[in-house]
């Protein structure tokens, strides 16, 4: 283990018990997530759960009630789904959270083990999974490239293997057509579809040319139905498209609506259950595919973080909002919406809503960067102490969600500044893609003009800010210590990315594509690019304390690329702290976690002088 200088983890954060036990339960609070279901036995569903301390996977039996924890994990187990004829759970089998390991199955009913789902196969990152009632069909990721299989009553055999990115992304109902999505044209962030029979002979191709991807989401939900559900973004937004695979036409959906959308079908194929995302709110519709009728569903403002309809019409949805926690709703076709499934135990306590802030940006594509603001209850007019937490991906976004991270700052005495920056989703592809050729130092410029605003409006001062994040945004966030140290007190950065070259030679092949493919190359091909969005580069001008928290086995932003990072800091004598862990690309340990964010926030206040 390193020598490096340990990140401090407080007993407690808070001195008065309520505070204490607040910040504690809304992590610990038992959750679930929006329930999957056998495709020709519903009754039987699927969830994951918290409840036992752990993220692991649970069975419902819809028609008794009963419920029973499947999985049972040191690191935890999030990847689950049931068969078709509601028999067998499957889960993903990875060794200590590094995302590397195979299929296994057991009996739905209790009792019998885990084994080899479809031997023949070989391990490596999922890539895809379709469970029919005689077909499965699974892809894998390695460090040569992806890997399709298909089993339909003998061995599994290849239908599909390419050195670039690429997986597994529908099945069709009547089990005769896979939906590939690749990236044989070097790109994988911006995917082409291809259809395949199940002996590996192409039926129909569809890319849309640089720059523009294809996503399949599901073949409708009908015996004998070739039409293919797709994403895909040529009016510069995602938008629906229905794609007659075998026909090879296809029918744009056009709705006018000013954000990006995304869908599912209801069971008979003649409607589409659209999620439309704006301003980082989820409103939810069901569109006629005869009548193009637009019809909105009474969702509650806030997010929806998935959605899917019930054999019975109803359509289930997981929905949370700043102030309050995640729900599991469902909304009968007839009726009123309702929770469906509450787990044991006490629903985590509420925390505040956030506001909106557009600040201008004089470089487009759009004309403001939205942030989400939150300020502790009770806090005056400012400044205040504020962490500037970014997020992830760099391909996701800030929403009006609950954050159990959030609230824990907001009880610390932070205020929250969550920034949507160019590279973020749910603003248009050219706000997405406009990090390309340059990413971290464009994202950084977003951030500097929204720090700029809060300081102008009294919010916040540089001696008061602290930047943080994680993977992505913990990447973020060191680049802006060293880019950007006048305007910061301390730093977090969780799982980050701190030596460029060194992350993408030993990260998984995947994230090695997507690099390749937002720096226009590897670092053998672009090394100055790689250099300049790099952490390291800038080590020597990191002025503010550092604390960086890391896992030992993750393949995203690997362990050693960290050490070199914090080897510069300690030659500097630039105060660092050094958070280690026993796991991945995150913990789905629920006591880890409450470690971590003590950690971080315990840092933080010390960093602005709210503690010694």
């Known amino acids: 283990m390193s020598t490096y200088p340990e990140a401090q983890v407080p007993e407690k954060l808070f001195d008065d018990p309520e505070r204490e036990a607040r910040w504690r339960a809304r992590f610990s609070a038992p959750r679930v997530s929006l329930p999957d279901w056998a495709r020709d036995a519903p009754q039987r569903s699927l969830y994951v759960s918290n409840a036992s301390g752990t993220w692991e996977i649970y069975a419902w039996d819809r028609d008794t009630g009963a419920r029973r924890q499947v999985t049972d994990r040191p690191q935890g187990t999030f990847h689950g789904t049931v068969s078709a004829d509601g028999e067998r759970i499957w889960w993903f089998n990875d060794t200590d959270g590094d995302e590397f390991g195979s299929w296994v199955a057991q009996p739905f009913a209790e009792g019998g083990t885990a084994e080899d789902a479809v031997p023949g196969t070989h391990p490596g990152y999922p890539a895809g999974l379709e469970l029919g009632s005689s077909v499965v069909a699974l892809g894998m990721s390695t460090d040569d490239g992806v890997t399709v299989w298909v089993r339909d009553g003998g061995s599994p055999r ?54 523009k991807g294809l996503d399949a989401l599901e073949f409708a939900p009908v015996t004998g139905d070739p039409r293919l559900l797709v994403l895909h973004e040529r009016r510069g937004r995602e938008e629906l498209l229905i794609w007659d695979v075998l026909a090879d036409t296809e029918s744009e959906i056009d709705l006018d ?3 990006e959308l995304s869908a599912d079908w209801y069971p008979d194929g003649r409607a589409l259950l659209v999620a439309h995302t704006h301003h980082a709110r989820t409103e939810l519709f069901r569109y006629d595919l005869t009548t193009g009728e637009l019809a909105p569903l009474p969702t509650p403002p806030g997010t929806v973080v998935g959605a899917s309809v019930r054999p019975d019409r109803a359509v289930e949805y997981a929905w949370s909002s700043a102030a309050t926690p995640s729900l599991v709703r469902t909304l009968p076709e ?40 939150a300020r502790p209850e009770g806090a005056g007019e400012g400044p205040l102490p504020t962490v500037f937490n970014l997020h992830g991906g760099p391909h996701a976004a800030d929403e009006d969600r609950f ?28 706000w997405r893609d406009a990090i390309e050729g340059r990413p971290g130092l464009t994202e950084l410029e977003d951030v500097a003009l929204v720090h700029d605003w809060a300081i102008r409006e009294g919010l916040t001062t540089p001696e008061l800010s602290v930047v943080a994040g994680a993977s992505w945004g913990g990447y973020l966030a060191l680049l802006a210590l060293g880019t950007q140290p006048q305007r910061w007190a301390g730093g977090v950065a969780g799982v980050p990315v701190a030596d460029y070259v060194s992350a993408y030679a030993d990260e998984m092949e995947p994230l090695r594509a997507y690099d390749r493919a937002l720096f226009g190359g590897a670092p053998d091909d672009v090394p100055d690019v790689y250099r300049s969005s790099s952490p390291i580069t800038y080590v020597d001008e990191v002025r503010a304390p550092v604390l960086v928290l890391a896992g030992d086995n993750d393949p995203r932003c690997p362990i050693q690329q960290v050490l070199n990072y914090l080897d510069r ?8 702290e050094f958070y280690r862990y026993d796991a991945g690309h995150g913990s789905l340990v629920i006591s880890e976690t409450l470690r971590q964010v003590a950690a971080e926030i315990h840092f933080a206040r010390r960093a602005v002088g709210l503690i010694d």
């Open 334 to 373: 007839s009726g009123e919406d309702a929770v469906l499934l509450t787990p044991p135990g006490d629903r985590a306590p509420g925390s505040s809503p956030v506001t909106d802030a557009f600040v201008e940006i004089p470089h487009g594509p759009n004309d403001t960067v939205h942030a989400l603001i």
């Open 158 to 211: 290849v239908v599909y293997q390419h050195e670039q990115d690429g997986g597994l992304s529908a099945m069709s109902w009547d089990e005769s057509l896979l939906a590939i999505s690749h990236s044989e044209h070097g790109d994988s962030r911006h995917p082409a579809l291809r259809v395949l029979r199940l002996d590996g002979s192409p039926v129909a191709e569809k890319w849309d040319g640089p720059g």
């Open 403 to 430: 954050s159990s991270y959030r609230a824990a700052w907001l009880d610390a005495g932070f205020a929250v500044v969550e920034i949507n920056y160019r590279g973020s989703t749910g603003y248009g592809s050219a």
């Open 569 to 576: 800091l300690e030659q500097r004598r630039i105060p660092f």
């Open 257 to 259: 609506l000013p954000g």
